[in-house]
């Protein structure tokens, strides 16, 4: 991942427990330059991907919050069609405890073998997963059933190169400019040009925190502080706060809550329930508390 590297989030499905034609089940894609990750995979979601900006052969990872339908049905369908386009190379599945068993049963159904490794770990909270540009944590949610909480990190920037000041020094336009941004010193005009010179200081990487289903809970709160993008169950409006936790889930009140908390940058509300077809009163609800509170539309892209 280069230092001006695109992340965007990509919401496959929206909705929760069961689709409707407004909102297909869970999914959310992340997609960093040319690699897509994956969180969640309800049912449908291949089909989602063909209709998006995506690609379901960019997917090498995905994530399972938990092991609920509306979170995992996707997957058999997924990497059939990766196997049909003649993948090769291995996908690689991250999900709570029990996720190796339940997956197996479900994926190799039907006569099912893919050409390609399909890899499964399962983690536990408060595990980091480095990759080369980034990495990923887990933190408990509070759910029904053992679940996962993920947060996308990038790792810290280059700091933003100063065309101006390269030019002003002598540095004239083209590899160099390169070299110096990588962080090496060049010779121009006999004149040694560091890098302190024309870079700025290093960047904080951006950060995508993604709950799946869970009531309010202070580990999210704390994992997701200061993200540029939280996204939070708000399966129901406030004036069902009770069954809601009754059944480990939030309002979008709650999330909302969450994200001011949190101090986050953006909210982005997800898994809907079927019985709202209109969300311009969810939304108002999360907007009162937490002004930069968004309910996206399936397929809806945000760069980040």
């Not at 209709?51 to 399972?64: A, E, H, I, P, W």
């Not at 479900?106 to 399909?118: D, E, L, T």
């Not at 980034?134 to 909480?149: G, I, Q, R, S």
């Not at 809601?244 to 999330?255: I, N």
């Amino acid at each position: 991942m280069s230092s001006g590297a695109s992340i965007k989030l990509v919401f496959l499905g929206t909705g929760g427990s069961y689709p409707i034609p407004e909102r297909n089940v869970t999914s959310l894609a992340l997609k960093v330059d040319g690699e897509v990750l994956l969180f969640d995979c309800g049912e449908g979601t291949q089909r989602q991907m063909m209709s998006s900006s995506l690609s379901f052969m960019q997917v090498n990872k995905v994530f399972l919050t938990h092991l609920h339908g509306d979170h995992i049905l996707g997957l058999p369908g997924l990497l059939q069609s990766m196997n049909m386009n003649d993948r090769e190379k291995s996908v690689e599945i991250f999900g709570p405890k029990d996720t190796a068993r339940v997956l197996k049963d479900i994926i190799f159904k039907g006569y099912f073998k893919p050409a390609f490794p399909v890899r499964i770990t399962e983690l536990n909270p408060s595990v980091r997963l480095d990759f080369d540009d980034f990495y990923v944590k887990t933190f408990p949610a509070d759910h029904n059933v053992p679940t996962l909480a993920y947060s996308f990190e990038e790792k810290d920037r280059r700091g933003r190169f100063d065309k101006q000041k390269a030019l002003a020094l002598g540095v004239p336009e083209g590899p160099l400019f390169s070299k110096i941004h990588r962080g090496e010193a060049v010779e121009v005009n006999d004149r040694l040009i560091k890098p302190e010179q024309i870079v700025g200081p290093p960047r904080r990487g951006r950060k995508v925190f993604y709950t799946g289903d869970t009531k309010p809970c202070a580990e999210i709160i704390e994992g997701a502080f200061r993200a540029d993008a939280l996204i939070h169950d708000g399966t129901l409006d406030a004036s069902m706060g009770e069954i809601a936790l009754d059944h480990d889930h939030s309002t979008v009140k709650m999330a909302a809550e969450v994200a001011k908390k949190a101090d986050v940058e953006r909210l982005f509300i997800t898994h809907i329930s079927p019985r709202y077809r209109d969300t311009e009163m969810l939304k108002k609800q999360a907007v009162d508390i937490f002004e930069n509170s968004e309910i996206p539309l399936d397929l809806s892209e945000y760069e980040i």
